[in-house]
């Protein structure tokens, strides 16, 4: 039995001598082998000579290296991609997710077969009050209007089988939002809590707008029912128009109100209004048809087979 570490990095050039040690210590009795696949995220620190320096160690290490930052998600799937472990585990660089627990993801794998991951989730949040608000806020969104779920504090920090790795590299998607690939892909995940250690050093790549958008990216890569939103309100203003016409056609008919200019534009402007959100609503359908066609995503994913015929 194998494991591979997959270990993305962008400026992490003090934490990663700290990694490969604490991998060193928390695997010496570990019984079975493993390989670190450090991905180098286009870091602007000294971080490539680091691990470069790591490879005079025993531990087997590839490094990857980027041609500039493609962010994490691209580092994790090229760390997936080089990997040949039976098990992967996607660990951060700065020891905030300790190697001792990916140890334990492993033991849990070996355990209980009836599982192909071990996520880590954060039970409780260090962070700000209004953080905690908004990311709350994006499950709730996300659970309801895409089909994937999503668990709450659910982090990147997991352990696969292979299976369940080769089924992650299926979904070649530009732009990735792991947490929803993760969930797309099937399979059963145990969800284990963990508390997130403080950076080792250096500090978080992480700021409000950058989630922010990260955030939107994900509810827009499994969803297309905003594109919907024009249809709805288009179909709700043509109704309108018509109970307006109507309204006024009574008052004129039945209480001789005037049928006056006002009426008619406004009448005309509420059709052509709904017309047009609805031909754009229409559109958007055949859109978000060619938007999920354009993903590749595989049409199924098989977990296993069985069968009762004899081979050849
Ligand atoms: N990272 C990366 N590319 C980036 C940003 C971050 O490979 O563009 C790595 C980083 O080196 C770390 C992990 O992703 O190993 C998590 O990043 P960070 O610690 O900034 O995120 P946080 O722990 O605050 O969620
Ligand atoms: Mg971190």
């Known amino acids: 039995m194998k494991l591979s570490l997959v270990v ?51 531990i087997p290490v590839k490094i990857v290296n980027f041609s500039r930052n493609f962010g994490k998600e691209s580092a994790m799937y090229a760390g997936l991609k ?51 608000f908004f990311k709350n806020a994006f499950y709730k969104i996300v659970n309801k ?17 292979r299976n369940m790795v080769d089924a992650v590299l299926e979904m070649k998607e530009y732009s990735r939002f792991s947490k929803g690939i993760f969930s797309w892909v099937g399979f059963n995940t145990k969800y284990v809590p963990y508390v997130v250690q403080e950076r080792a050093s250096g500090s978080s790549k992480w700021t409000f707008g950058k989630l922010f958008s990260y955030a939107f990216d994900g509810i827009i890569s499994f969803t297309t029912s905003p594109l919907r939103i024009p249809a709805y309100a ?40 709904g017309l047009i959100m609805m031909s754009i609503g229409i559109t958007g359908e055949y859109l978000s048809k060619i938007y999920m066609q354009t993903k590749e995503r595989p049409i199924y994913i098989v977990k296993e087979i069985f069968t009762n015929k004899k081979e050849g």
Not at 26 to 37: L, M, Q, R, S, T
Not at 105 to 129: G, H, N
Request: net charge negative.
């Open 8 to 58: 993305p990095c962008y400026n992490e050039q003090d934490n990663v001598p700290l990694f490969y040690e604490a991998v060193k210590k928390d695997f010496a009795g570990a019984g079975f082998d493993y390989e670190i696949v450090f991905v180098n995220d286009g870091s602007r620190d000294g971080t490539l000579e680091s691990l470069k320096a790591l490879l005079a160690g025993d």
């Open 145 to 161: 209007f895409t089909d994937v779920e999503f668990v709450p504090g659910a982090s990147d920090f997991r352990t696969f089988r």
């Open 234 to 273: 288009g179909t709700v203003t043509t109704l309108v128009s018509l109970v307006y016409l109507l309204v006024s056609a009574v008052l004129r008919l039945g209480f001789h109100h005037p049928f006056t200019l006002q009426n008619v534009t406004v009448f005309l402007l509420l059709l052509l209004g």
């Open 82 to 132: 080089e990997s040949t472990g039976d098990y992967v585990t996607v660990i951060d660089a700065d020891l905030q997710q300790l190697p001792s627990i990916a140890l334990e993801m492993v033991k849990m794998l070996d355990d209980e077969p009836e599982y192909d991951c071990v996520a880590a989730y954060q039970e409780s949040r260090r962070e700000k009050s209004s953080m905690v």
